[in-house]
């Protein structure tokens, strides 16, 4: 049974740093993409940031550009995402995904809190 369960959210204030966990078990990602979406309140989920194995690169919104970095640890089967100078803007549900082939992503995390306040 594959998991990814996310950690590291919390509230923060505007201008500070969060690192978000995942963690997978259940099969190895070392070989595929791995991601990390949000979900604001009252909004459709959006693409954060990406690591594209097959590439080697790593892809972001553009209002995270700069700020956001998503890195990867395969020996731990986990990926991160370091977020600096946080904005009101960003408060939402953080999700981790891994996707195993073309297409759309295949996992999901069950999410993790992020609140930014002013």
């Known amino acids: 049974q594959v998991q990814l369960v996310e950690s590291g959210g919390g509230l923060v204030q505007a201008g500070g740093s969060l690192r978000l966990s995942c963690a997978a078990s259940?099969?190895?990602?070392?070989?595929?993409?791995m991601g990390w979406f949000r979900q604001a309140p009252g909004k459709e989920r959006e693409f954060v940031a990406a690591i594209i194995w097959g590439l080697g690169k790593t892809v972001y919104l553009d209002s995270v550009k700069g700020r956001f970095t998503i890195s990867r640890d395969n020996a731990k089967n986990s990926v991160f995402l370091q977020m600096n100078s946080l904005k009101p803007e960003d408060t939402a549900v953080y999700y981790c995904?891994?996707?195993?082939?073309?297409?759309?992503?295949?996992?999901w995390g069950q999410g993790t809190q992020v609140t930014v306040a002013s």
């Open positions: 259940g099969r190895s990602f070392s070989r595929n993409d």
């Open positions: 995904a891994a996707k195993i082939g073309g297409g759309n992503w295949d996992y």
